[in-house]
């Protein structure tokens, strides 16, 4: 699991709201554009779908 999370921020691991990938999967589940996510956006993306995160983790782990 830490390793699928360490592999897609690949590039913005300490800026992680500025990957391209991790905004396209945003604007594609939550509906927010990608060009409009910023670091407010994605947090609070991330702490009210954490359960899902960590469910698409797991997933990319085991298949990754």
């Known amino acids: 699991m830490l390793r699928a999370g360490w592999r897609l921020t690949r590039g913005y691991r300490f800026t992680p ?6 905004r396209w999967r945003i604007e594609t589940y939550w509906g927010l ?3 409009q996510v910023g670091f407010r956006d ?4 991330a702490w009210q779908r954490r359960a899902d ?3 698409y983790l797991r997933w990319a782990g085991r298949n990754g």
């Open 53 to 55: 995160l960590l469910r």
């Open 17 to 22: 709201w500025r990957s391209p990938y991790l």
């Open 33 to 35: 554009h990608a060009d």
């Open 42 to 45: 994605f947090f609070r993306f």
